[in-house]
């Protein structure tokens, strides 16, 4: 695959493409990030962002993981000691998961964001930007409540990140894009550069089909999971024999496949007993989308196939979590 192929595989949206080609043509020792509000246990979501951390690295990027502490104080998710606490369990379980160890920076927000330079650098952005653009880049991140003065702050701040962190692009699922663009058009208001975005898709929710897949409501699948709620939930899921169902409804189980499942193996086998035809085999989600809509792939088959992938996706962050409680 060519390295503007792998860079930008399964990306929703790539801001701007031209942007992510120059990067693509000289991409070692350059700096993306994607930055997470600590929570204890990692869930698909971290992971499908992680998995695009995993193609940068291969192409030679230098990964760069935020442990957003201060952004998940100013979102309202516990003390400070408690958010630093799972920081350190976030990072345990991304190595587990396939982060390379010695190409990965893990840096706490706090580690630079309370630094004299950076506030004031903040109260001009402040300044710069009217309530009603910072609460609309919000809105995706922290729901249409963004009542509180910490939610304006926020983006305003995530905007700096980019510079401080010295980047040369920012990863983020599409809910962070409002944030990327009012970070492109603010960033020059202080004379920092520009720099590309590149967003991954939103997975829908497991059960429905509808929305999107999060740990706040319905339901979600994390490195907590044991094999048999793995299953239980996979089996539950909804999964039309269609890649494109009616209305605004997604197949989640042939995102999963797509996101999740595809980018970490080469070979899928769907296993059948020779009465129901034998094993199937693919090599890429498309020859799987396909045989899901003729018929030739039954749903319960593929379900089954994926809740065993993803187990083995979580299987050695989950060991991690039991260690680090134990
Ligand atoms: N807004 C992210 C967390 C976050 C991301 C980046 I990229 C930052 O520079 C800071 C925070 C979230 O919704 O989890």
Request: proline fraction near 4%; aromatic fraction near 8%; hydrophobic fraction near 35%.
């Given at each position: 695959?060519?390295?503007?192929?792998?860079?930008?595989?399964?990306?929703?949206?790539?801001?701007?493409?031209?942007?992510?080609?120059?990067?693509?043509?000289?991409?070692?020792?350059?700096?993306?990030?994607?930055?997470?509000?600590?929570?204890?246990?990692?869930?698909?979501?971290?992971?499908?962002?992680?998995?695009?951390?995993?193609?940068?690295?291969?192409?030679?990027?230098?990964?760069?993981?935020?442990?957003?502490?201060?952004?998940?104080?100013?979102?309202?998710?516990?003390?400070?000691?408690?958010?630093?606490?799972?920081?350190?369990?976030?990072?345990?379980?991304?190595?587990?998961?396939?982060?390379?160890?010695?190409?990965?920076?893990?840096?706490?927000?706090?580690?630079?964001?309370?630094?004299?330079?950076?506030?004031?650098?903040?109260?001009?952005l402040?300044?710069?930007?009217?309530?009603?653009?910072?609460?609309?880049?919000?809105?995706?991140?922290?729901?249409?409540?963004?009542?509180?003065?910490?939610?304006?702050v926020?983006p305003l701040m995530?905007t700096?990140?980019?510079?401080?962190?010295?980047?040369?692009?920012?990863?983020?699922?599409?809910?962070?894009?409002?944030?990327?663009?009012?970070?492109?058009?603010?960033?020059?208001?202080?004379?920092?550069?520009?720099?590309?975005?590149?967003?991954?898709?939103?997975?829908?929710?497991?059960?429905?089909?509808?929305?999107?897949?999060?740990?706040?409501?319905?339901?979600?699948?994390?490195?907590?999971?044991?094999?048999?709620?793995?299953?239980?939930?996979?089996?539950?899921?909804?999964?039309?024999?269609?890649?494109?169902?009616?209305?605004?409804?997604?197949?989640?189980?042939?995102?999963?496949?797509?996101?999740?499942?595809?980018?970490?193996?080469?070979?899928?086998?769907?296993?059948?007993?020779?009465?129901?035809?034998?094993?199937?085999?693919?090599?890429?989600?498309?020859?799987?989308?396909?045989?899901?809509?003729?018929?030739?792939?039954?749903?319960?088959?593929?379900?089954?196939?994926?809740?065993?992938?993803?187990?083995?996706?979580?299987?050695?962050?989950?060991?991690?979590?039991?260690?680090?409680?134990?």
């Amino acid at each position: 695959m060519d390295t503007y192929d792998l860079i930008t595989r399964n990306a929703e949206e790539v801001v701007t493409e031209e942007e992510v080609r120059k990067l693509a043509g000289d991409p070692d020792g350059k700096r993306v990030y994607v930055g997470y509000e600590p929570s204890g246990v990692l869930h698909l979501g971290h992971l499908l962002t992680a998995n695009k951390l995993i193609d940068l690295q291969e192409a030679g990027m230098e990964v760069v993981v935020l442990l957003a502490d201060v952004h998940a104080y100013l979102n309202g998710k516990g003390t400070f000691e408690e958010i630093r606490e799972t920081a350190e369990q976030m990072k345990a379980q991304f190595i587990a998961y396939g982060l390379e160890e010695e190409n990965t920076e893990f840096v706490y927000g706090s580690e630079f964001q309370l630094d004299e330079e950076y506030t004031l650098d903040l109260h001009q952005l402040e300044l710069a930007t009217t309530l009603n653009r910072a609460q609309r880049a919000m809105a995706d991140i922290a729901g249409s409540e963004t009542a509180t003065v910490s939610h304006v702050v926020y983006p305003l701040m995530q905007t700096l990140d980019i510079e401080y962190l010295d980047l040369d692009l920012a990863v983020g699922g599409l809910d962070q894009r409002k944030v990327h663009m009012l970070a492109r058009e603010e960033l020059p208001e202080l004379d920092y550069d520009v720099r590309p975005a590149l967003h991954t898709p939103i997975v829908a929710d497991l059960t429905s089909g509808e929305g999107k897949m999060s740990s706040s409501e319905g339901v979600t699948i994390s490195m907590e999971d044991a094999t048999e709620d793995l299953e239980e939930k996979v089996n539950s899921a909804f999964c039309p024999p269609t890649r494109d169902p009616e209305g605004d409804l997604e197949n989640p189980v042939l995102e999963l496949f797509e996101y999740h499942v595809f980018p970490r193996f080469d070979e899928i086998v769907v296993e059948r007993p020779e009465q129901y035809g034998g094993d199937l085999t693919y090599g890429e989600y498309e020859s799987l989308a396909a045989d899901l809509e003729s018929g030739e792939l039954h749903p319960a088959d593929a379900k089954g196939t994926l809740a065993t992938y993803l187990d083995e996706l979580i299987a050695p962050g989950r060991e991690k979590l039991r260690e680090i409680r134990d």
